[in-house]
């Protein structure tokens, strides 16, 4: 089982970013996939989740009007479009395997990526 991030990088307040993932080793299309994001000192946070079919999605509230999540179960990746980005979106930014729908604990989601690093400064 393998999530492997990319897309990341130093960008302006204000600016767009494309994270993607690619997912292996397991059967994609039965599993909820997300998003979650540690900045330097703070905990791992939530940021968004897709279900199995990409049909609904969920995101924490201080992202929900800036990020969307998508995914292609045909090429086994999911995808986070972010916009309008604030300096506190700088974070690392993990693509995780969920067995659950609805949650934001990180508990519930089983594997994790390497993680992909978000700088947002000026």
């Known amino acids: 089982v393998q999530l492997v991030e990319s897309g990341g990088g130093l960008v302006q307040p204000g600016g767009s970013l494309r994270l993607s993932c690619a997912a292996s080793g397991f059967l994609f299309s039965h599993y909820v996939m997300g998003w979650f994001r540690q900045a330097p000192g703070k905990d791992r946070e939530f940021v968004s989740a897709i279900t199995w079919t990409g049909g609904a999605s969920d995101y924490a509230g201080s992202v929900k009007d800036r990020f969307s999540i998508s995914r292609d179960n045909a090429k086994n990746m999911v995808y986070l479009e972010i916009n309008n980005l604030k300096v506190e979106d700088t974070a690392v930014y993990y693509c995780?395997?969920?067995?659950?729908?609805?949650?934001?604990?990180?508990?519930?989601?089983?594997?994790w990526g390497q993680g992909t690093q978000i700088i947002v400064s000026s």
């Open positions: 995780v395997r969920g067995n659950r729908w609805r949650s934001s604990n990180p508990t519930d989601f089983d594997c």
